[in-house]
């Protein structure tokens, strides 16, 4: 943009407030007797002094200084202020549409045309006919070319803001995308984890009396779940490098992790079975994540508002185009007979299914429990970016 501004104060100015002392003063050395004087320098400001105010209006200096002209060639004057129309008529171009350009340079070539028949000398009509109607035309021609690179350079600058503009929104909404995938993803990591925490950490008080060496091995899980949270913290963040060797010990979870997730919940008191059918190598890293995403909150929810001896099965299908997610379980949820639980963990599910153009549906079962139910598309362009 700054570009653009730089460009257009390079444009040439036209001719206009220095014409005037300068054609009085060359109307005066070519005026051969005193007596002569008052009309030609009359018609000499009325032929350049409107030129002053030709930005303003330029088209009515322009047909000022064309009826000035036209009395000039009434009173068969001669002078060098002429010239005026000739800025007049830029002017015109430059600051007029097509139609008005077209009907100021007619009336200019007129104006020619009676000034050749009137004052070339005799058998010498054409040469300056010729030299002068060459020299209308290219006085219209670059206020055309004038007018043509204003409208060019103003789309430009317009373009560039546009452009400016829209960066700046779509810089906007990466930002707050961002921020819903952070938010989405630390409430995720930190359910789940302080759940099963406090469920292990439950039972490990419970067998410290009677099993020490239960309550220690249960001890350690906590502290294995509590590091894992952290990773999965600092990943969610991105202040984990691909480089660090975190990074390798805790890869993106994914289906491969479904069991150690299962086996986590089973030791916080919830039995869990995971059933995967299909081919899930094709499936992208993105994707998968997703799913564990989904499986893990559905879990986390179970263990949370079930009694102790409630079951649940995991069961996902997988498919060239689509990955099939149910989670359901055997026990009563509080929110079953009222309203649906609050908070962020049923919303932030049907976010990440409609990332992959899926439906959650999320409710009591006919036969007891409560089931999670979503079907992502792997063809997706919104989940290819997720």
């Known amino acids: 943009m700054g570009a653009t ?77 002429d010239a005026g129309l000739l800025v007049a008529l830029y002017t015109v171009a430059a600051h007029s549409g097509r139609r008005r350009t077209l009907v100021a340079g007619v009336i200019v070539e007129g104006g020619v045309l009676l000034a050749c028949l009137r004052w070339a000398t005799e058998g010498a009509f054409l040469p300056p006919f010729v030299a002068v109607s060459a020299t209308v035309v290219a006085v219209t021609v670059l206020g055309v070319n004038a007018r043509t690179t204003r409208a060019y350079l103003a789309a430009v600058e317009e373009r560039a803001v546009r452009l400016e503009r829209e960066r700046d929104q779509q810089a906007r909404l990466a930002v707050a995308e961002e921020r819903t995938r952070i938010t ?13 925490m406090v469920a292990l950490t439950d039972a490990a008080v419970s067998a410290q009396h009677r099993s020490p060496a239960k309550a220690t091995t249960l001890m350690l899980q906590i502290s294995d779940t509590g590091r894992q949270a952290l990773t999965d913290m600092r990943r969610a963040l991105g202040i984990l490098r691909t480089d660090e060797p975190d990074a390798e010990r805790h890869p993106l979870p994914g289906l491969t992790q479904l069991d150690v997730l299962a086996d986590q919940m089973c030791t916080a008191g919830l039995p869990t079975r995971v059933e995967v059918r299909g081919d899930h190598t094709h499936i992208p890293a993105t994707a998968q994540l997703t799913v564990y995403r989904l499986v893990q909150e559905a879990l986390t929810n179970t263990l949370k508002h079930t009694p102790t001896g409630t079951e649940a099965k995991v069961r996902i299908r997988c498919s060239a185009e689509t990955v099939t997610v149910d989670v359901a379980d055997s026990g009563p949820h509080p929110s079953a007979a009222g309203s649906p639980p609050s908070g962020h963990g049923i919303p932030g599910m049907r976010a990440r299914a409609a ?32």
């Open 5 to 81: 501004r730089h460009v257009s104060s390079r444009l040439p100015p036209t001719v206009g407030e220095s014409l005037v002392p300068a054609l009085l003063l060359l109307t005066i050395m070519t005026t051969r007797a005193p007596n002569e004087l008052p009309l030609p320098l009359a018609l000499t400001a009325a032929l350049t002094v409107p030129l002053v105010w030709r930005r303003r209006a330029p088209l009515t200096v322009f047909g000022t200084v064309a009826a000035a002209a036209l009395v000039q060639w009434l009173a068969n004057v001669q002078l060098p202020a």
């Open 184 to 196: 989405r993803e630390m409430h995720d990591i930190v359910t789940h984890n302080l759940s099963v």
């Open 355 to 386: 990332a992959y153009g899926g439906t959650l549906r999320a409710g009591p079962l006919p036969g007891g429990g409560w089931g999670v139910h979503t079907r992502l598309h792997l063809g997706s362009t919104e989940g290819a970016s997720a």
